[in-house]
């Protein structure tokens, strides 16, 4: 009797605790998958402690930037001389006028400027204003819509038309 005894002492003390192939597979899936979530959290805690909040780096500034204007206005002189079509011309027009970029007609160049002629005064003004191909609108910038069908007329008249260069409208009576 003392033989068997003393073999089921020695195999329980050589013995772990994994018994079973279920408990093999188990213990090797979580030796793996455990270590993965650690590192995981800790790569995560590592990384997001030290970021600011949104916009608390500069907050003069990121205030500035979410209430910025969205337009201007320009307060000009209602009674200051109007520029005449010449001035508008070379302030304005003979970047693409005098040398014909983008199709543009060539100030002087009746061939070219014979059919737009024919459409009539107001729809050149109107195409100068709203833009037309590659040329941008004129209307709003730096000149008075006035002064643009001043500029309109001289070229025109350049390129053969007879249009008269447009007056300064009277001042209304009160």
Known sequence: MS??????????????????????????????????????????????????????VN??????????K?????????????KSGEDVFKAQCSACHSSGAAGAPKFGDAAAWGPRIKTGFEALVNSAMKGKGAMGAQGGGDFDNLEIARAVVYMANAGGAKFDEPKKPAAEAK
């Open 59 to 68: 907050m003069e500034k990121a205030t500035a930037e979410r209430i910025q």
């Open 3 to 56: 033989d068997n005894s003393q073999a089921t002492v020695h195999e329980e003390a050589h013995t772990g605790p994994i018994k079973t192939p279920k408990q093999l597979l188990l213990a090797a899936f979580f030796s793996f998958v455990i270590p993965i979530f650690v590192i995981i959290g800790l790569v995560y805690y590592v990384t997001s402690a030290n970021k600011p909040a949104a916009g608390a």
């Open 70 to 82: 969205i337009g201007m206005v320009e307060v000009r002189d209602a009674n200051r001389e109007l």
